[in-house]
C-alpha cells in the first residue's frame, strides 16, 4: 500500500510503502478512489488537537470499493461502494453509547485521529461503521459528504425546524453543503467570510446563499440562527449579535480559538450557544438517503495523493474553493 503518514505534528506528512493491512475480525479491506481533506485533519497535522495515534495515516472522508472481507462480515459484497466517516468505532457500553448519543462516547475511535485512515490507497475499517453509498455520483463528488456533509448536516439540524434565516460563518466545503441542504428545506442562508474575500462571497451567493458578506459586518435582517464553521472563537460573539431572542448559535468545528470575553447581554433573551461533536451512525444513514434528493453537489479540487501536504497548505491558507480531494 501507498499512504502518506504523519509521525509528528508540525512535520510534512511522508509517502510511505509497505504490505496492504489484512482485514481482521468484523472488518472490511477497502480499496481507496477518493479522501476528503476535512479542516480536523489540518488541526491533527498541525498538532491542535490532543494525543493522535503516532505514527497516523491521517484522512476521514473515505470512498472505495470493498476488496475483502474479515471473518463475520456478511452485510457487504466484495466490489460494493462504501464511505468511512470519522466516527471509527464506539465502546458500546457507556451512557452516551446506549442512549442514542453514541457521538459522545467516552471511548471513541475517531478515523484518520486514532486509526489510520484515507490518506492511502487502501485501508481497513470496522464493518459497523462503513455505509454502503449507490448514490449515482463520482466518487471524488462524494468524498466530502462523509464528514463536511454529516456534520454540516447535523450542524444544522441542531437549528431547529422553525429557524428560517441562518447565518453561515466561514464558507468552505461544509458550508456549501449545508446551503444546498437549507435552501432544499426552504430556509434562507446568510454567508459570512472573511472580511474582503469576494471569491467566497460570489461561491456562497452561488450555491444559494441569498446574501454573502464580510463577518465583521450585520446581515441585513434578524437572523434565527447561526452556524459557524471557522475556527476562530472572535465569531461567537459577533453570530450571538446577529440572532434573535430565543436564536441559536452553532459550533460546528473540532477546534476553535478562544471565545473572547463578551456581554452577558449577547446571551439575554434565551439565545442558545452550543457545539456539535462527530456524529452518529444514524446522522450518516440520514444524510445520505437526504442527499441525492437535494440533490447535493459538490464543488471539488482534486490532488493527487503524494501531493496531500499541498492540500493541506491549500486548505490553511484559505485558497480553495469548495472541497480538496486526493486520488490515490
Ligand atoms: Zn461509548
Ligand atoms: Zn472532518
Avoid at 497516523?56 to 472481507?69: F, K, W
Avoid at 452561488?206 to 447561526?226: F, K, Q, V, Y
Wanted: proline share 8%.
Amino acid at each position: 500500500m501507498r499512504a502518506m503518514i504523519l509521525e509528528k505534528p508540525g512535520v510534512p506528512l511522508q509517502l510511505l510503502k509497505k504490505p496492504d493491512p489484512i482485514p481482521g475480525p468484523g472488518q472490511v479491506l477497502v480499496k481507496i478512489s477518493a479522501c476528503g481533506v476535512c479542516r480536523t485533519d489540518l488541526h491533527v497535522v498541525d498538532g491542535d488537537l490532543p494525543e493522535p495515534k503516532l505514527p497516523i495515516i491521517p484522512g476521514h472522508e473515505i470512498v472505495g470499493r470493498v476488496a475483502g472481507l474479515g471473518e463475520g462480515v456478511d452485510h457487504f459484497k466484495l466490489g460494493e461502494r462504501v464511505g468511512i466517516p470519522w466516527l471509527g468505532s464506539t465502546c458500546g457500553r457507556c451512557s452516551y453509547c446506549k442512549s442514542g448519543t453514541e457521538n459522545l462516547c467516552d471511548e471513541p475511535g475517531f478515523t484518520g485521529y486514532q486509526i489510520d485512515g484515507g490518506y492511502a490507497d487502501i485501508t481497513v475499517a470496522d464493518a459497523r461503521f462503513c455505509f454502503p453509498i449507490s448514490a449515482d455520483y463520482p466518487d471524488a463528488e462524494l468524498a466530502p459528504w462523509l464528514c463536511a456533509g454529516l456534520i454540516g448536516y447535523r450542524s444544522l439540524s441542531m437549528v431547529g425546524k422553525k429557524s428560517g434565516r441562518i447565518g453561515i460563518y466561514g464558507f468552505g466545503a461544509a458550508a456549501h453543503i449545508v446551503t444546498q441542504v437549507a435552501r432544499y428545506q426552504n430556509r434562507e442562508v446568510y454567508a459570512f467570510t472573511s472580511p474582503g474575500d469576494r471569491a467566497a462571497q460570489e461561491f456562497a451567493l452561488e450555491m444559494g446563499a441569498i446574501w454573502a458578506g464580510d463577518s465583521d459586518r450585520a446581515p441585513p435582517d434578524e437572523l434565527d440562527a447561526a452556524i459557524i464553521f471557522a475556527p476562530v472563537g472572535s465569531l461567537v460573539p459577533a453570530a450571538l449579535r446577529s440572532v434573535r431572542k430565543g436564536g441559536v448559535v452553532v459550533c460546528g468545528g473540532i477546534h476553535m480559538s478562544d471565545i473572547p470575553g463578551f456581554p452577558y447581554q449577547l446571551r439575554w433573551g434565551e439565545r442558545v450557544l452550543r457545539s456539535v461533536a462527530n456524529l452518529t451512525r444514524q446522522d450518516a444513514k440520514d444524510f445520505l438517503e437526504l442527499a441525492p434528493r437535494v440533490p447535493i453537489r459538490t464543488r471539488i479540487e482534486e490532488f493527487a495523493l503524494e501531493d496531500a501536504n499541498l492540500a493541506l497548505e491549500a486548505l490553511r491558507s484559505g485558497n480553495l474553493t469548495g472541497a480538496a480531494v486526493l486520488i490515490p
